[in-house]
T-cell receptor, first 119, second 110 residues
Framework: EAGVAQSPRYKIIEKRQSVAFWCNPI?????LYWYQQILGQGPKLLIQ????????DSQLPKDRFSAERLKGVDSTLKIQPAKLEDSAVYLC?????????????????FGPGTRLTVL | KNEVEQSPQNLTAQEGEFITINCSYS?????LHWLQQHPGGGIVSLFM???GKKKHGRLIATINIQEKHSSLHITASHPRDSAVYIC????????????FGKGTKLTVNP
């Protein structure tokens, strides 16, 4: 079974530039998560999709971050404009939860991450 | 909000040693996750457990629901075990979302 794919793996940009990350979840997984992990900290949830709808984006800095999952499969996360404090690893994860009536495995499967450096 | 505390923050061991990493949380949960993150950044799910003990190769995870505590053990540690080990639990009130600990950085020297 193919895992969660992310690209690019690394990105270096200057502050005020724009950047986009792409994620392709495991086939059939309804739920997709984007996390931000700053060095030395645990991942922080930015946004959670269930199919193509947003379940939780309460910690997404909406003035500069946006994300979409238009067809309920792959997703993009964009930062515009980037700030120095956005330097982090951006992780995408997916899970099969929920399938029908709350069934499905709550285990999350993570992609390799995109390491962003903002100079 | 579920608070997750991991200890130690950093751990250095010699190859072959038995390793224990601890995780405590503040609110009752349905399941706890142990994750492994290598220097490249990608995260691998090691265990998801709701009670008792699980074993996979040299890795053993235990959980005590009453004490709100879990441990991850590595037997016969090897340099390739060097990674950050992260404990994650659902937030207060349940749900499939996760609250992550800050991680324990393990270095195993040959």
């Amino acid at each position: 079974e193919a895992g969660v794919a992310q690209s690019p793996r690394y990105k270096i940009i200057e502050k005020r530039q724009s950047v986009a990350f792409w994620c392709n979840p495991i086939s059939g997984h309804a739920t997709l998560y984007w996390y931000q992990q700053i060095l030395g900290q645990g991942p922080k949830l930015l946004i959670q999709f269930q199919n193509n709808g947003v379940v939780d984006d309460s910690q997404l800095p909406k003035d500069r971050f946006s994300a979409e999952r238009l067809k309920g499969v792959d997703s993009t996360l964009k930062i515009q404009p980037a700030k120095l404090e956005d330097s982090a690893v951006y992780l995408c994860a997916s899970s099969s939860y929920p399938l029908i009536a709350g069934t499905g495995d709550r285990e999350q499967f993570f992609g390799p991450g995109t390491r962003l450096t903002v100079l | 909000k579920n608070e997750v505390e991991q200890s130690p923050q950093n751990l250095t061991a010699q190859e072959g040693e038995f390793i224990t990493i601890n995780c405590s949380y503040s609110v009752g949960i349905s399941a706890l996750h142990w994750l492994q993150q290598h220097p490249g950044g990608g995260i691998v799910s090691l265990f998801m457990l709701s009670s008792g003990k699980k074993k996979h190769g040299r890795l053993i995870a235990t959980i005590n629901i009453q004490e709100k505590h879990s441990s991850l053990h590595i037997t016969a540690s090897h340099p390739r075990d060097s990674a950050v080990y992260i404990c994650a639990v659902p937030p207060e009130g349940g749900s499939e979302k996760l609250v992550f600990g800050k991680g324990t950085k393990l270095t195993v020297n040959p």
